[in-house]
């Protein structure tokens, strides 16, 4: 395999709803910033792979009009999954696999706030026996709660402690400006149910957003980075679709994922997991054995401000930063996609080659 | 769908209604076919996978090993919920115009949750481990939506 590391990371804020903004104007400053912190031009760049959701603006290839942001004329080597971007990412880094190219960039985005997310996680499912009910993801999200909790894999108070160490993490992140303000687990816990067995906090509020990452092959990634991040694994696998099929107190797919991108051989010192849920981030810790010494979602994570498509290429940008940062030698970026944690990627990156 | 924009009576913003669907016509197979079909004569069938679960609804492909099914199981109208979650604010597309629960339903028989409501009043009176029965629509064509909700047993 070619040695391939994440070198830059950006992200807009996540915001409830960026009304002055369209998608474009979301994304074009932050593939800027992405491309800017390495030194590198459009121009330098061999493929361009973006991740986004037709569904939320509800327009087919909607995606296009949002490569006005990184200008494609001349015409550029580009691709685009309707997928979080961290499937972009997986698809960017196989591509450097050819050899032909060194560099990648990679965003994704979505404005959620143009549409009800609930209702469209809806329309991703089962087109015979699960869409024509419209369950949505909370409630779906929930029965997989009330399953955990029945089976006594998480507590109530587990899930607070969740979101209490999420609300405290985000007061530091600038890019969750809106997060809920720090709260311990005994005032969550008294605070009323929205979707039984899920409060408030155990939901992640919906935001828009873009990130953006630099991908770069070879002895040029340390050419325009100081502390590259190494992608040492990473591997995506998948759940069968019906959640009734499936035991929802475990997650094979994520424990499969994990094991092949290399979790399990120890040394993870931060881990970025995808949890919109709190009992998610309990049952992903699990299924990848992130012990107590890993430090989980020190960002806030998706569960101070989710946005959809943008929050799984978050959590590998977020993970990176901290080798980027040198506070760190061995992190785990974590993205999810489906109902009830149906899919799920890895990627562990390290500061060495 | 109407495209006359309307003056929001508070704010003074211009809306418009917009539908979100993709208007295919499907065919649904033998295997979903069945089944939904089967609902339409107050019948729930299930399907047998390679390691002897009864998957419900049935499937077309095992869901571990990939390979084609084909043995068709009939199941009861009576299971027990091992997932439930409460709705307290129903939209006009979901099954019932009331507050209700969403559960997975593993139907006497069955190894698997079959997704439905269950209407049980309030969120108390639902657990893991209640049991629940069909409650069939007078009027069915073949959908899942034949299954109006569920009831608790007894209620």
């Given at each position: 395999?070619?040695?391939?590391?994440?070198?830059?990371?950006?992200?807009?804020?996540?915001?409830?709803?960026?009304?002055?903004?369209?998608?474009?104007?979301?994304?074009?400053?932050?593939?800027?910033?992405?491309?800017?912190?390495?030194?590198?031009?459009?121009?330098?760049?061999?493929?361009?792979?973006?991740?986004?959701?037709?569904?939320?603006?509800?327009?087919?290839?909607?995606?296009?009009?949002?490569?006005?942001?990184?200008?494609a004329w001349p015409p550029i080597e580009e691709s685009h999954v309707e997928m979080d971007g961290a499937w972009a990412l997986y698809e960017a880094w196989v591509r450097l696999q050819h050899g032909d190219i060194d560099t990648a960039l990679i965003y994704s985005f979505g404005k959620t706030s143009l549409t009800d997310l609930d209702k469209v996680m809806s329309c991703q499912l089962d087109p015979y026996t699960l869409m024509p009910l419209w369950p949505g993801g909370i409630s779906l999200a929930g029965l997989q709660a009330s399953a955990m909790l029945a089976a006594g894999t998480v507590s109530e108070a587990d899930m607070a402690a969740v979101a209490s160490h999420s609300r405290e993490a985000a007061q530091g992140n600038p890019a969750i400006p809106e997060a809920e303000g720090p709260a311990d687990v005994d005032e969550l816990l008294s605070r009323p149910?929205?979707?039984?067995?899920?409060?408030?906090?155990?939901?992640?509020?919906?935001?828009?957003?873009?990130?953006?990452?630099?991908?770069?092959?070879?002895?040029?990634?340390?050419?325009?980075?100081?502390?590259?991040?190494?992608?040492?694994?990473?591997?995506?696998?998948?759940?069968?679709?019906?959640?009734?099929?499936?035991?929802?107190?475990?997650?094979?797919?994520?424990?499969?994922?994990?094991?092949?991108?290399?979790?399990?051989?120890?040394?993870?010192?931060?881990?970025?997991?995808?949890?919109?849920?709190?009992?998610?981030?309990?049952?992903?810790?699990?299924?990848?054995?992130?012990?107590?010494?890993?430090?989980?979602?020190?960002?806030?994570?998706?569960?101070?401000?989710?946005?959809?498509?943008?929050?799984?290429?978050?959590?590998?940008?977020?993970?990176?930063?901290?080798?980027?940062?040198?506070?760190?030698?061995?992190?785990?970026?974590?993205?999810?996609?489906?109902?009830?944690?149906?899919?799920?990627?890895?990627?562990?990156?390290?500061?060495?080659? | 769908m109407s495209r006359k924009a309307e003056t929001d009576e508070n704010k003074g913003i211009l809306t418009a209604p917009y539908v979100l669907e993709y208007s295919y016509t499907r065919s649904t197979g033998p295997v979903l076919g069945r089944f939904l079909s089967g609902l339409r004569d107050k019948k729930i069938e299930g399907i047998r996978a390679a390691d002897g679960r009864v998957l419900v609804p049935p499937v077309e492909t095992d869901p571990v090993t990939g390979e084609e099914l084909d043995e068709f199981v009939q199941v009861g109208e009576v299971g027990t919920v091992t997932a439930c979650s409460w709705l307290a604010e129903p939209r006009a597309e979901h099954p019932l115009d009331k507050p209700f629960a969403w559960a997975l339903v593993q139907l006497d028989g069955a190894d698997t949750g079959l997704l439905h409501a269950v209407d049980c009043g309030s969120a108390e009176k639902i657990e893991v481990g209640s049991r629940v029965e069909v409650s069939w629509r007078d009027e069915r064509h073949g959908f899942i939506t034949d299954i109006e909700c569920f009831r608790l047993v007894g209620d």
């Open positions: 395999m070619r040695d391939v590391a994440v070198v830059s990371f950006a992200q807009a804020p996540n915001l409830r709803a960026d009304r002055e903004r369209n998608e474009v104007e979301i994304v074009m400053p932050v593939v800027r910033e992405a491309l800017d912190s390495v030194g590198l031009e459009q121009s330098d760049i061999g493929f361009t792979v973006s991740g986004s959701c037709d569904y939320l603006t509800g327009v087919p290839f909607s995606f296009v009009m949002a490569l006005d942001a990184v200008g149910r929205v979707a039984h067995p899920l409060r408030e906090h155990d939901i992640a509020p919906s935001t828009d957003g873009a990130a953006a990452i630099v991908l770069v092959a070879g002895d040029r990634a340390a050419e325009v980075c100081d502390k590259p991040a190494w992608i040492s694994g990473i591997d995506h696998r998948v759940d069968t679709h019906a959640p009734g099929n499936r035991d929802l107190t475990t997650c094979p797919s994520a424990r499969m994922a994990g094991e092949r991108a290399g979790a399990g051989r120890g040394g993870i010192e931060v881990a970025e997991v995808y949890a919109p849920f709190s009992h998610q981030q309990l049952l992903l810790a699990s299924e990848l054995g992130l012990g107590d010494g890993v430090d989980i979602n020190p960002s806030g994570g998706a569960l101070a401000g989710h946005t959809f498509m943008v929050a799984g290429l978050a959590r590998i940008g977020e993970a990176a930063r901290r080798i980027h940062d040198g506070t760190a030698s061995r992190v785990l970026g974590h993205a999810t996609a489906g109902p009830c944690l149906q899919q799920n990627l890895v990627c562990v990156m390290e500061a060495g080659r | -």
